[in-house]
């Protein structure tokens, strides 16, 4: 009874587990939307960072409520857009100090040419209201300071009062100027917590976010279908990025190879093979020495491809050899895990209707990342890239990864996408944009009116390589579209697929 017991909860904890990677995996998807992870920052950041300001406030009891509303709306541009046309500390900083410091100099010019002012707390000059924004604009843009916030605080430093003081470390300082100060040294909080945010986060979010630009160094490639060479260099190609990266190239020896081995060794004993070669091939000892005779041609075969794939590419290459029977995707998985592959590379392969193999499907459903190489050519080296995508999301980060990899320093990779009319040009370019802004090669964005079908016809031609995704459908493998089009292209094709 409580030996049921017991695994009845390690199997509740293994569900549990299994959700929770679930979850876990579904969160850093969500998150590696570009714009998904900057409204979270924003929600994390802004209410944080205006809560520390508000607690200063209430402890030194000199910084006015009236710089919270442009210090909110200026971090919310910082957070929301950093790669925008405002996110520049200095802008940020200066901008809103300076536009603060042009308010109180209103202040007191306004004072100097005219002795009576509009009755009520809450009223100001409207010369002085004027005058605030013209040197606001006139400064900042002096100074290439402009931003929206900086005409925010031009105008609210007015609605303080030149005429009272209050002591900050002993001396008596007018309001307005104390205000001008919170300012400057509230924003330049703001700035230094943003200033790591993106450097430390935002601009190595690939490394955080985007699984395949740190794992997927340990290749594995099975020796399938008449393009194996070219898969082998593939797959040698991805892995060669990483300085951690290996290549390993797996081969299994089939009865068929058993068999041919088994005769050669009875023909080498001077066995009779039409006589007593069925019952001397069951012998133990001439299978066992036909399975190793055949493994080791596989090995000697695996070996010197290996030796080329080093010397070409320079990436340290493994072979395994195993004797079990047919090649499956089950076999392919075990071998990956135990040779601490974390990528398959396999060639795409086909059943008579165009769809994807029983083999191909497997692979593509396991937890492992997978990608499908068709070869159109002998080409062994691909250094102009397409990568059609819809979303900016982990798969798309993931394709665009693999092209940069194959196009290195010296190559070139093409990230497009189709839109169904110009008002949608602007989101489109802007997501293209996010995808390639963490890529070390050098990408170009392209977007298109057409369809996608009718785009690829047209500039396939221009490429070496088109990199496909295949996308998931709740648990279910779902890859029609990018197997089509992959049958329809005349060029080297590749189809991603992540966990």
Known sequence: MLEGVRRRVLEARRRLDTIERQRSRGARRWLAETSNLTHASVLLFVPLLIGVVTLLSNELQIVSFLLFPPLASGTYTLFAEPE?????????????????????????????LTDTGPSGQWQVHAWAAALAILLAGAFTWAFDLEVPSAFSTALLVLLTDPGTFVRVAGVAV??????????????????????????????????????????????????????????????????????????????????????????????????DLSGDAPEAADDPDVRDAAERSAADEAAAKLERRAARI????????????????????????????????????????????????????????????????????ERTEWKRIMVPVRTAGSLAHAMVDYGQRLAGRTGTVSVATCIGDER????????????????????????????????????????DLVVFGARERGTRFNVPEAFDWASDVDTDVAIVHTR
């Open 424 to 463: 949608s040009r602007r989101t489109a370019e802007s997501m293209l944009a996010n995808l390639t802004e963490t890529a070390d090669t050098r990408c170009e964005t392209r977007v298109s009116r057409s369809s996608l079908a009718e785009f690829i016809e047209r500039n396939q031609s221009h490429y």
């Open 310 to 377: 080093e010397t070409r590419v320079g990436v340290p290459c493994e072979v395994v050899v195993a004797v079990e029977g047919p090649m499956t995707a089950p076999s392919i998985l075990d071998a990956a895990r135990d040779a601490n592959c974390d990528l398959v590379v396999t060639p795409l392969e086909r059943e008579s209707d165009e769809t994807p193999t029983r083999f191909v499907r497997e692979l593509f459903r396991s937890d492992i990342d997978a990608v499908a190489f068709d070869s159109k050519s």
């Open 84 to 112: 925008g046309r405002y996110a520049s500390p200095r802008k940020f900083v200066g901008g809103l100090s300076l536009g603060a410091f042009c308010g109180w100099m209103a202040i007191e010019f306004t004072a100097l």
């Open 174 to 271: 007018s309001t307005s100027v104390v205000y001008v100060a919170t300012v400057a040294v509230s924003t330049s909080l703001v700035a230094g917590v943003f200033v790591v945010w993106r450097h430390e986060f935002y601009e190595r979010r690939s490394r955080y976010l985007y699984s395949t630009t740190q794992a997927d160094d340990h290749v594995l490639v099975p020796m399938r279908g008449d393009a194996e060479a070219q898969t082998a260099m593939f797959g040698a190609r991805i892995a060669a990025a990483h300085d951690a990266g290996k290549v390993v190239l797996l081969d299994v020896v089939d009865d068929e190879a058993v068999a041919a081995a088994a005769e050669r060794l009875l023909e080498e004993r001077d066995v």
